[in-house]
Nanobody, 114 residues
């Protein structure tokens, strides 16, 4: 059974940057899969943040993060990334990686605060 493990928990000041990583094990090559990042804020609202499609690696982003976040994956390292720039307090949330339809990471906390 596959497993997703995120890393990159952090406290960042507004305007700062952070990279999240999600290591996938037990799935074989992640190059075959569409993968996603979700986030859930303190109010419990869940939002699909970014998607990288397979095949082709086309990327899609939620409007609040367009131009600031970038999703990518390294198949050799079996790792999904989320590069986050110009972070805002509203980006504060637990971020989870997702390999549809059933696999989820445990989540990692990102706090943006001065």
């Amino acid at each position: 059974q596959g497993q997703l493990v995120e890393s990159g928990v952090g406290l960042v000041q507004p305007g700062g940057s952070l990279r999240l990583s999600c290591v996938a094990s037990g799935f074989g090559s992640i190059g075959r899969f569409t993968m996603k990042w979700y986030r859930q804020n303190l109010a419990g609202d869940r939002e699909e943040v970014a998607t990288i499609l397979s095949p082709g690696d086309e990327t899609r982003y939620a409007d609040p993060v367009k131009g600031r976040f970038s999703i990518s994956k390294d198949s050799a390292k079996k790792t999904l990334y989320l590069d986050m720039n110009d972070l805002k307090p509203d980006d504060t949330a637990i971020y989870c990686c997702h390999l549809p339809p059933w696999s989820w990471g445990q989540g990692t906390q990102v706090t943006v605060s001065s």
